[in-house]
């Protein structure tokens, strides 16, 4: 229960109350979250281990399905501050590591192929840490992934 309810604090802290309550919420469990959003998107959803101080944007991934099959498994990073332009980020997961697209504060994956290949890695693994040359020195966001495999699969079949 107390996972549960700190999963349900990191949707909430991380898309704010009013946001959290127009979606439905999945699972939550450790430190991951599923959600659906109106419209047809679902996702599972975590923070940056370290929480972001007061008035300073939170770092925070998800993995997005959408009904219509355009994104199975889309990862999104969301940074606290921007991505050097032209800079590229790599995700560790394990030992594994993958080169992700950047613009502006965010990262994604390259497609549907690196997709699997994340999710597979992560369900293999504990943590993962994506990393950037930021605007202002160096971005290492770090993800704890108990919960995560679970969320993904959630969010995968509410939008199948």
């Given at each position: 229960?107390?996972?549960?309810?700190?999963?349900?604090?990191?949707?909430?802290?991380?898309?704010?109350?009013?946001?959290?309550?127009?979606?439905?919420?999945?699972?939550?469990?450790?430190?991951?979250?599923?959600?659906?959003?109106?419209?047809?998107?679902?996702?599972?959803?975590s923070r940056s281990e370290?929480?972001?101080?007061?008035?300073?944007?939170?770092?925070?991934?998800?993995?997005?399905?959408?009904?219509?099959?355009?994104?199975?498994?889309?990862?999104?990073?969301?940074?606290a501050r921007p991505v050097r332009p032209g800079a590229?980020?790599?995700?560790?997961?394990?030992a594994e590591s993958f080169l992700l697209v950047t613009r502006g504060t965010s990262a994604w994956s390259r497609g549907p192929a690196q997709e699997a290949a994340i999710i597979a890695a992560i369900r293999r693994s504990a943590e993962m840490r994506v990393r950037a040359r930021g605007q202002g020195g160096r971005i290492s966001d770090r993800y704890l992934l108990r919960g995560a495999p679970t969320a993904i699969d959630a969010a995968a079949l509410a939008c199948a």
């Open positions: 229960m107390k996972a549960a309810a700190a999963a349900l604090a990191v949707v909430i802290g991380l898309l704010g109350a009013e946001a959290a309550a127009a979606q439905r919420l999945l699972h939550a469990g450790a430190f991951w979250a599923a959600v659906e959003r109106p419209g047809g998107t679902c996702e599972a959803v370290v929480v972001a101080a007061p008035g300073r944007p939170q770092a925070r991934a998800t993995f997005a399905f959408t009904r219509d099959g355009k994104r199975r498994g889309e990862l999104h990073f969301i940074f590229a980020a790599v995700l560790t997961v394990g």
